[in-house]
Antibody, heavy 119, light 110 residues
Framework: QLQLQESGPGLVKPSETLSLTCSVSGDSITNSDFHWGWIRQTPGKGLEWIGSKYYSGNTYYNPSLKSRVTISLDTSKNQLSLMLTSVTAADTAVYYC???????????WGQGTLVTVSS | QAVVTQEPSLTVSPGGTVTLTCGSSIGPVTSGLYPYWFQQKPGQAPRTLISDTSNKHSWTPARFSGSLLGGKAALTLSGAQPEDEADYFCLLSYGAAGPVFGGGTKLTVL
């Protein structure tokens, strides 16, 4: 049974780096059928695609976030990670990891984790 | 960036049929935008119902179906159940410009 579980600090200070990890069980992040990615949700802006990565290296980032985002895959731990630098209050959101069909969309979501940016 | 539009809210009677739509600000929605549909209930993560216009997942109830209708992507719910009351989001993929979510439709079953 596929499970994706996000983890990381729930509170990040402005200008610092947000770091999250997603542990995957029930599938391998080297599965050639899927990419792996991150999506966030805020009350004001709704759902926003952050980016996705394929195990062979192909990576896509939302152009509006590209300068601040890094998505990595750790095949030894079957995990994906998200780093978002220079955060502001606008980055406060629930962050979801997801299994992605190609570069087009998520077919399975994690439960999500709330990250608040505040001093 | 393209704007993806959805009805803010819709109401359907129990057992009734309702169609939610998903439009694109830059032109008609085609299969090449790989429309997705998601259901989200309060306090829960979204769940993918439909991929690539009309492909259902193993967990997608049979009463949900996806299609293209009048230049938009459409999600039709036939035989609405009380448990279908939720927010529904669509997603369109614009190639290099990336995937963009719609603002969501709040569906009430009443």
């Amino acid at each position: 049974q596929l499970q994706l579980q996000e983890s990381g600090p729930g509170l990040v200070k402005p200008s610092e780096t947000l770091s999250l990890t997603c542990s995957v069980s029930g599938d391998s992040i080297t599965n050639s059928d899927f990419h792996w990615g991150w999506i966030r949700q805020t009350p004001g802006k709704g759902l926003e695609w952050i980016g996705s990565k394929y195990y062979s290296g192909n990576t896509y980032y939302n152009p509006s976030l590209k300068s601040r985002v890094t998505i990595s895959l750790d095949t030894s731990k079957n995990q994906l990670s998200l780093m978002l630098t220079s955060v502001t209050a606008a980055d406060t959101a629930v962050y979801y990891c997801a299994r992605v069909l190609g570069p087009t969309g998520p077919n399975f979501w994690g439960q999500g984790t709330l990250v608040t940016v505040s001093s | 960036q393209a704007v993806v539009t959805q009805e803010p809210s819709l109401t359907v009677s129990p057992g009734g049929t309702v169609t939610l739509t998903c439009g694109s600000s830059i032109g008609p929605v085609t299969s090449g935008l790989y429309p997705y549909w998601f259901q989200q209930k309060p306090g829960q993560a979204p769940r993918t119902l439909i991929s690539d216009t009309s492909n259902k997942h193993s967990w997608t109830p049979a009463r949900f179906s996806g299609s293209l209708l009048g230049g938009k992507a459409a999600l039709t719910l036939s035989g609405a159940q009380p448990e279908d009351e939720a927010d529904y989001f669509c997603l369109l993929s614009y190639g290099a410009a990336g995937p963009v979510f719609g603002g969501g439709t709040k569906l009430t079953v009443l």
